[in-house]
Each structure stands twice: as structure tokens, then as C-alpha cells.
């Protein structure tokens, strides 16, 4: 129950100021930020300090199709929780700064909001059961740093720097779609269960294709 507070509450403060941008005191929008993301920050830390071992929690089923099966589900154990205490307690020291930093803007609401999203994407990434949720956390904070790196649009060189990364990474993914593609091939999965135990028997040439690939998919583009 607590990782699902690590998850959510910076995801639920990211919706409801993209919801009440315009309506919301710039003060009062950052601390509402920076307060989810400590709350995760706690969350993750009694989690860490009480795991009782590797737990998985189901959040939902995604889809079937043949023999092939996507689930969304958290995998808990004290590399992840590390993890988590890291990312949530570094973002929200930057939370806490940025109120400062960016006392000034006229779109302060909307630079929380996608802040708190990045958080999520972030912990998405760390806490993800299976590789293609490693995707989907891979991919949102990809288009978090989108938003972020070109937040001051009408600048050109920030707008143009924020395109290129955007563009840049479209060739991770690919690398990183090649490897899931195969691993659903193979295994019909794309959870680490399901696909670190059962290596054995696998042609060598597929796993090298599914290691370049994820290779690609890590490789920083920009």
C-alpha cells in the first residue's frame, strides 16, 4: 500500500494542477508538488525499512492475445525501493528549489505539473514488474523532458533543443521495440520472471538481437 502512495501521489498532484492551472496561487501550486513528492519520498523509505522480501503487486491486466500477455504490476524488493527513495527524495529537493527558481513565470502551475509527471514516469521505469513497463516509464519520461527541455517554447534554441531530443530518442525505441517484439516472440512474455528464468534453450542469435536492442533502446541519443 505504500508504494502505490510513492507511485500515485505524484501523478494525482500532476492531473489535478494541469486541472487547476490558472486557479491556483503560484506558491500554493509548488508546495501542492513538492509535498506529493516527499510523501512518496516517505512512503518509499517505511517500505524499504519494512520489506519483508521480493513482493509483486498486480495493479491491472493489460491485454492477451494467443499466448501472448502484457500485465501492469510493481515489483518490490531493495534494489527497487533504493531506487525509489532516490528518485523521490532528489525530485523533491528539485520541487522544493524550483518554487524559487521559478517564482517568476507565468506558467509556473504547468512546470509543476509536468515535474510531478516526470516523478511518476520515473518510478513507473523503477518499479515496473516487466519490460514493457520499463517501456511505457521509459517512454513518459521521454516525453517529460520534452515538455521540460522546451518548457520556454518561445525561446528558439530551447524549442529546438527540445525537438531534437524528442526526435533522438524515437531511436531508442525502436531498438527497445525489437527486443520486446522478440522476448513476446519467444517467451510470450516481457516479465523478468517469466523471461530471466527461462534463458535456457534459447538460440544464442536471438539474444543477441534482444541485447543490441536494449543496448540501442539505453544508448543516451542525445
Not at 516479465?191 to 534453450?201: C, E, M, P, R, T
Request: contains cysteine.
Amino acid at each position: 500500500m505504500t508504494l502505490l502512495i510513492t507511485l500515485f501521489a505524484p501523478l494525482i498532484s500532476s492531473l489535478s494542477l494541469l486541472a487547476l492551472r490558472g486557479r491556483l496561487a503560484k506558491p500554493l501550486a509548488g508546495w501542492i508538488a513538492t509535498l506529493s513528492v516527499f510523501l512518496g519520498f516517505g512512503a518509499a523509505l517505511f517500505g524499504l525499512l519494512t520489506l519483508p522480501g521480493t513482493t509483486i503487486i498486480p495493479l491491472m491486466h493489460w491485454f492477451e492475445i494467443g499466448g501472448i500477455q502484457a500485465n501492469f504490476s510493481l515489483y518490490l524488493d531493495s534494489l527497487s525501493l533504493w531506487m525509489s527513495t532516490m528518485v523521490t527524495g532528489v525530485g523533491a529537493l528539485i520541487h522544493l528549489y524550483s518554487i524559487g527558481y521559478m517564482s517568476e513565470d507565468d506558467r509556473f502551475t504547468s512546470f509543476f505539473a509536468y515535474l510531478n509527471l516526470f516523478i511518476f514516469f520515473m518510478l513507473t521505469l523503477v518499479l515496473s514488474d516487466s519490460y514493457i513497463g520499463m517501456f511505457i516509464g521509459w517512454e513518459g519520461v521521454g516525453l517529460c523532458s520534452y515538455l521540460l527541455i522546451g518548457f520556454w517554447y518561445k525561446t528558439p534554441s530551447y524549442n529546438q533543443a527540445a525537438q531534437k531530443a524528442f526526435v533522438m530518442n524515437r531511436i531508442g525505441d525502436l531498438g527497445f521495440l525489437v527486443a520486446l517484439m522478440t522476448m513476446m516472440w519467444v517467451w510470450g512474455t516481457t516479465s523478468f520472471f517469466g523471461v530471466l528464468g527461462h534463458l535456457d534453450g534459447v538460440a544464442m542469435p536471438l539474444l543477441v538481437l534482444m541485447g543490441i536492442g536494449f543496448l540501442v533502446g539505453y544508448r543516451d541519443w542525445e
